[in-house]
């Protein structure tokens, strides 16, 4: 990774940019045109120059944050737009350039003060953030509101379609939200936005090769933007191609290294695959950033849990776990740190609020141990629909004695369930809500299973008892909604 790259003197950025062709005496002239071509990484270096040369250009400062969003340098956008005045021409698009800042970094109350009234030139970029904020944090029916008023302003504005789309989602109707995307397609200036909501869809739908179709086609258009090269990193890694998620998540470290998102993403994939110490140096690198993230946060308890540094393991893990009570992998995580520092009391309590934590805590190979490479290849089977292959990895995990490992009896039973084999997907079903009975996905898993057995009223509570408790799952939406129909 050449991250020292861009902590060059301005000598060398000098140095480097005078020396690519087709420049002009200008630097923010060629910084346009570089942005303008979605050349980013060279957007940016032009503009240094031009920064060094007049620190308080406000255009050149307004594009170096617009710049610097796109390679998912939010600090560096912030700090540019902190440079304007509140008088200058830029003052109301440097406005919402903030909120939508505060949006992307998880500041959600901060960015929701700064887009609470969409007005103006840049009332829809404002509203995009306001519902989004609005949705992260939990204010469902505002959100739909603010969604209203939104569309009916901006109806074909690509962010505010897209937001649509999700709320459809949200709600279980993929169906609606897959017609936004092709009416999305349709708009010529929808291109980058709309290949990225069509590719979330379609892995929604199961549908990798499509999704990873669709984000392609977003890095084709803008090569150098973090979301949709993090996203067909994503597809890459969920796919079980890791050499190809990691070069990708290790481009966007490269374009943008002060974004502790790509440093959580690609530790967390160094930590899937088993490189603890990997993970940790990657961690460390962000020197306290990762962990201002929750996803941050989590990650780096669970790596000092499993390198021995358990006092540091609890700090984070509670702290995490103050917002997300009911993970059993990381309360068991927890526990095992708690045990290790002498606080068993503690420990058991925690475990015995959260079954599905002790089971995990349990470390027995049989129930915890997750075969790597196998699991992860019949997964793959069953994001691909190829449910011939996937049952046959799941039974042999199962026969092999991963029979109460709650992943693998819960996604053999889908793939025996799409192929048609109602009994046995039934029979694994019931397995899986042996080992964690109040888990939503398992509920929904076997409760969709029974229902189409013909045995609606069992089925229907289990996808009841399931949509409470997990209402934002797009699958178990549509299975209750589709349930209740019958």
């Given at each position: 990774?050449?991250?020292?790259?861009?902590?060059?003197?301005?000598?060398?950025?000098?140095?480097?940019?005078?020396?690519?062709?087709?420049?002009?005496?200008?630097?923010?002239?060629?910084?346009?045109?570089?942005?303008?071509?979605?050349?980013?990484?060279?957007?940016?270096?032009?503009?240094?120059?031009?920064?060094?040369?007049?620190?308080?250009?406000?255009?050149?400062?307004?594009?170096?944050?617009?710049?610097?969003?796109?390679?998912?340098?939010?600090?560096?956008?912030?700090?540019?737009?902190?440079?304007?005045?509140?008088?200058?021409?830029?003052?109301?698009?440097?406005?919402?350039?903030?909120?939508?800042?505060?949006?992307?970094?998880?500041?959600?109350?901060?960015?929701?003060?700064?887009?609470?009234?969409?007005?103006?030139?840049?009332?829809?970029?404002?509203?995009?953030?306001?519902?989004?904020?609005?949705?992260?944090?939990?204010?469902?029916?505002?959100?739909?509101?603010?969604?209203?008023?939104?569309?009916?302003?901006?109806?074909?504005?690509?962010?505010?379609?897209?937001?649509?789309?999700?709320?459809?989602?949200?709600?279980?109707?993929?169906?609606?939200?897959?017609?936004?995307?092709?009416?999305?397609?349709?708009?010529?200036?929808?291109?980058?936005?709309?290949?990225?909501?069509?590719?979330?869809?379609?892995?929604?739908?199961?549908?990798?090769?499509?999704?990873?179709?669709?984000?392609?086609?977003?890095?084709?258009?803008?090569?150098?933007?973090?979301?949709?090269?993090?996203?067909?990193?994503?597809?890459?890694?969920?796919?079980?191609?890791?050499?190809?998620?990691?070069?990708?998540?290790?481009?966007?470290?490269?374009?943008?290294?002060?974004?502790?998102?790509?440093?959580?993403?690609?530790?967390?994939?160094?930590?899937?695959?088993?490189?603890?110490?990997?993970?940790?140096?990657?961690?460390?690198?962000?020197?306290?950033?990762?962990?201002?993230?929750?996803?941050?946060?989590?990650?780096?308890?669970?790596?000092?849990?499993?390198?021995?540094?358990?006092?540091?393991?609890?700090?984070?893990?509670?702290?995490?776990?103050?917002?997300?009570?009911?993970?059993?992998?990381?309360?068991?995580?927890?526990?095992?740190?708690?045990?290790?520092?002498?606080?068993?009391?503690?420990?058991?309590?925690?475990?015995?609020?959260?079954?599905?934590?002790?089971?995990?805590?349990?470390?027995?190979?049989?129930?915890?141990?997750?075969?790597?490479?196998?699991?992860?290849?019949?997964?793959?089977?069953?994001?691909?629909?190829?449910?011939?292959?996937?049952?046959?990895?799941?039974?042999?995990?199962?026969?092999a004695g991963h029979d109460r490992n709650v992943v693998i009896l819960?996604?053999?039973?889908?793939?025996?369930?799409?192929?048609?084999?109602?009994?046995?997907?039934?029979?694994?079903?019931?397995?899986?809500?042996?080992?964690?009975?109040?888990?939503?996905?398992?509920?929904?898993?076997?409760?969709?299973?029974?229902?189409?057995?013909?045995?609606?009223?069992?089925?229907?509570?289990?996808?009841?008892?399931?949509?409470?408790?997990?209402?934002?799952?797009?699958?178990?939406?549509?299975?209750?909604?589709?349930?209740?129909?019958?």
């Amino acid at each position: 990774m050449k991250t020292h790259f861009f902590r060059s003197s301005a000598l060398a950025i000098a140095l480097l940019c005078t020396a690519c062709s087709g420049l002009t005496s200008d630097p923010l002239a060629d910084a346009k045109t570089a942005f303008a071509k979605n050349d980013f990484a060279s957007a940016r270096l032009h503009l240094m120059n031009a920064l060094q040369d007049d620190s308080a250009n406000a255009e050149a400062n307004m594009l170096f944050a617009r710049t610097a969003i796109e390679l998912g340098d939010y600090a560096g956008a912030e700090a540019s737009l902190n440079k304007l005045s509140s008088q200058n021409a830029y003052a109301v698009q440097a406005q919402a350039l903030k909120a939508r800042i505060y949006l992307l970094s998880q500041k959600y109350k901060e960015a929701l003060a700064m887009a609470q009234k969409p007005a103006g030139e840049f009332s829809a970029q404002l509203s995009w953030v306001k519902i989004s904020a609005l949705l992260a944090l939990g204010r469902v029916d505002e959100a739909k509101a603010a969604l209203d008023d939104g569309l009916a302003a901006h109806a074909t504005d690509p962010d505010l379609m897209a937001l649509n789309g999700n709320y459809h989602i949200a709600q279980g109707n993929l169906v609606e939200a897959e017609a936004i995307a092709q009416r999305m397609l349709k708009i010529a200036s929808a291109g980058f936005p709309a290949h990225i909501f069509a590719g979330q869809v379609a892995t929604l739908k199961g549908e990798p090769a499509e999704a990873r179709n669709h984000f392609t086609k977003a890095v084709a258009i803008r090569p150098q933007n973090i979301t949709g090269l993090t996203l067909l990193g994503l597809n890459y890694a969920e796919g079980g191609d890791i050499a190809k998620a990691r070069k990708i998540f290790e481009q966007t470290q490269a374009l943008a290294p002060n974004n502790p998102m790509n440093l959580a993403r690609l530790a967390q994939l160094e930590y899937d695959e088993g490189n603890l110490d990997k993970a940790f140096q990657l961690v460390q690198s962000g020197k306290g950033t990762v962990e201002i993230l929750p996803a941050g946060m989590k990650l780096s308890g669970m790596i000092d849990a499993r390198r021995g540094n358990h006092r540091q393991a609890i700090d984070k893990l509670q702290r995490y776990l103050s917002d997300h009570s009911d993970e059993p992998e990381t309360v068991a995580m927890l526990a095992k740190s708690l045990e290790a520092t002498g606080a068993s009391a503690e420990a058991q309590r925690l475990l015995a609020a959260n079954p599905l934590a002790a089971q995990h805590a349990k470390g027995n190979a049989a129930t915890i141990a997750q075969p790597t490479a196998e699991l992860k290849s019949a997964d793959a089977a069953l994001r691909s629909k190829d449910y011939a292959k996937a049952s046959a990895i799941y039974a042999r995990l199962i026969a092999a004695g991963h029979d109460r490992n709650v992943v693998i009896l819960n996604n053999a039973a889908v793939a025996q369930m799409e192929l048609g084999k109602l009994d046995q997907a039934i029979k694994l079903g019931r397995q899986a809500l042996a080992v964690a009975p109040t888990d939503p996905i398992v509920l929904d898993t076997l409760g969709w299973a029974l229902v189409q057995s013909g045995d609606r009223a069992s089925g229907m509570a289990m996808i009841s008892a399931a949509y409470k408790a997990m209402p934002g799952n797009a699958e178990i939406a549509a299975h209750h909604r589709e349930a209740k129909a019958l």
